[in-house]
């Protein structure tokens, strides 16, 4: 269970001289048109869940980024966890366009 998603990756490098200035910046970008999205973890507690959602840039490729998504909605009585916080990232807006692979 994953989603894939199209993600621009922007990447910010500045140059300071010694005593503190900036003396340049320069901002590059990365397309990554089938990030691959995970959940790793999920923590549950009688209310709600946790989970932890690491980005690739690709099925089995390079960790772009890991996030905590906090407060998500459980079922306790429910027989996947892990399943069940796909369905609630999904309904975040970060995650609306992702498609499921």
Known sequence: MALKKNIISYIV???FGLNGN???SITSTANY???YIR?????VK???QSARVCTYTERDGTLLDTEEILGLPVDITGVNNIA???Q???ALDKFA???DV
């Open 39 to 43: 959940v790793e973890q999920v923590v």
């Open 13 to 15: 490098t500045k140059v």
């Open 22 to 24: 900036l003396l340049s």
């Open 88 to 90: 609630a990232i999904k």
């Open 97 to 99: 366009d992702s498609e």
């Open 84 to 86: 069940q916080a796909y």
């Open 46 to 48: 009688k209310t709600e």
């Open 33 to 35: 048109p089938s990030a």
